[in-house]
């Protein structure tokens, strides 16, 4: 199970690294791509990260379908002295998304990178029930990851901030929890960065469209989308940002001007700058009222 959702996820990140150029590739290369994916997943190694950043692998906080579900936890290897802040990825667990994960650890942040099923492995809502179930998880053994329990956001681009955007809109549906383990807790969040949320076809599956389930009472929400990207209309992100404009709900839309799905583009100054403030302004003050 692990292999195929890191394979497909391996496609995901590939796809917000490169952009436009990705979707040109033959179906060739792509199972070149597939085929190195794989030989990296299957070959078990300790990532290579800075002096001051730690590395905890194949945490697991639940079940799916019956299977045990997996997270990485990245955290500096000094603690400080007040529980951390927490930002949890919702992109899989590949060595790709370290990278940025680590400049938040370096920033004050404990960063979590999730598994959950996907495609053939489950339909919605068992994707969102898996994320949840990350949630509540952290949540639960916030001593001993020195965790703030009541500031923690969720990031991820394209299917990962799909879900990532229903997250921040579900916090308060009962029927959407699953029953994955620590039914104790609560799954809410308190910031939601959406990365050109792949939503799909909302149509087939409306309750899948986080628009259904706003409330004045969501987090704040960064939703970032590239204004040439054919793969996701910048609409779905356009829709979303308006009905959580319509609720009152604290809501930034940045349009990246040139931008395809993904790309350079979203690790520019500018854009790295916004998502560092955002998280800052959200996490890194105590919130209103705790979960």
Not at 97 to 111: A, S
Request: glycine letters at 10%; a neutral charge; one cysteine or more.
């Amino acid at each position: 199970m692990r292999h195929t959702l890191k394979l497909t996820l391996e496609w995901e990140f590939y796809l917000a690294r490169n952009g436009c150029r990705a979707i040109k590739r033959t179906a060739g290369s792509l199972l070149a791509l597939f085929l190195v994916a794989a030989a990296v997943s299957c070959a078990p190694k300790q990532p290579s990260l800075p002096a001051d950043v730690e590395i905890i692998c194949d945490v697991e906080y639940g079940t799916g379908g019956g299977q045990p579900l997996k997270m990485h936890v990245l955290r500096p290897k000094t603690p400080p002295a007040e529980p951390m802040p927490v930002v949890v990825f919702v992109g899989g667990t590949n060595d790709r998304v370290l990278p940025p994960l680590t400049r938040l650890v370096q920033r004050g942040y404990c960063c979590a990178t999730i598994e959950f099923r996907i495609g053939g492995q489950a339909t919605f809502p068992a994707p969102l029930e898996d994320c949840k179930c990350a949630i509540r998880f952290l949540r639960a053994k916030a001593a001993v990851y020195h965790l703030n329990p009541d500031r923690i956001g969720v990031w991820g681009p394209s299917a990962g901030g799909h879900l990532a955007a229903l997250l921040g809109t579900t916090g308060d549906i009962k029927e959407l929890e699953g029953q994955g383990g620590w039914p104790d807790y609560s799954s809410r969040v308190h910031a939601v960065v959406d990365w050109f949320g792949l939503s799909g076809d909302l149509q087939k599956v409306p309750e899948a469209n986080p628009v259904k389930y706003v409330t004045p009472d969501d987090p704040p929400f960064l939703i970032m989308h590239g204004d040439q990207d054919t793969l996701v209309p910048i609409q779905i992100s356009e829709q979303l940002h308006a009905a959580l404009n319509k609720a009152g709900v604290e809501a930034t839309f940045k349009v990246v001007r040139g931008a395809c799905h993904g790309g350079p583009a979203f690790s520019s100054r500018e854009c790295t700058e916004l998502l560092d403030s955002f998280l800052d302004r959200h996490l890194k003050v105590s919130p209103k009222s705790g979960f």
